[in-house]
């Protein structure tokens, strides 16, 4: 499997963006799809994950409500789309992807990695 991440950039605190994954090389049926981001000096964490089949997410709290993770299954693409940002959602951030359906909050449940595409949220 091979993910494509996109649509970082710079953004002024309240607005959006919308970072896309697209996943290539296999069947992804049974996979799970995460978005995670790592700030400077810090631990990768969890933002935002979607069952492939049956679409179920879930949320880091500090994003709930503010992000929206969806997944395209014809495109093989999952997409999150950001609103009212915050300075402290400046980070790089990545998509992954597991076989698994349990722990998706956990960065070491994901076997494939797609590169970073960062996010820089100004004051």
């Known amino acids: 499997v091979q993910l494509q991440a996109s649509g970082g950039g710079l953004v002024q605190a309240g607005g959006s963006l919308r970072l896309a994954c697209v996943a290539s090389?296999?069947?992804?049926?049974?996979?799970?799809l995460g978005w995670f981001r790592q700030a400077p000096g810090k631990e990768r964490e969890f933002v935002a994950a979607?069952?492939?089949?049956?679409?179920?997410?879930s949320y880091a709290d500090s994003v709930n409500g503010r992000f929206t993770i969806s997944r395209d299954t014809v495109k093989n693409t999952a997409t999150l789309q950001m609103n009212s940002l915050k300075p402290e959602d400046t980070a790089v951030y990545y998509c992954?992807?597991?076989?698994?359906?349990?722990?998706?909050?956990?960065?070491?449940?994901?076997?494939?990695w797609g590169q970073g595409t960062l996010v820089t949220v100004s004051s």
């Open positions: 090389g296999r069947t992804f049926s049974r996979h799970a």
């Open positions: 979607i069952t492939w089949s049956l679409g179920v997410t």
């Open positions: 992954a992807a597991t076989r698994q359906l349990l722990s998706l909050r956990v960065p070491a449940t994901y076997e494939y």
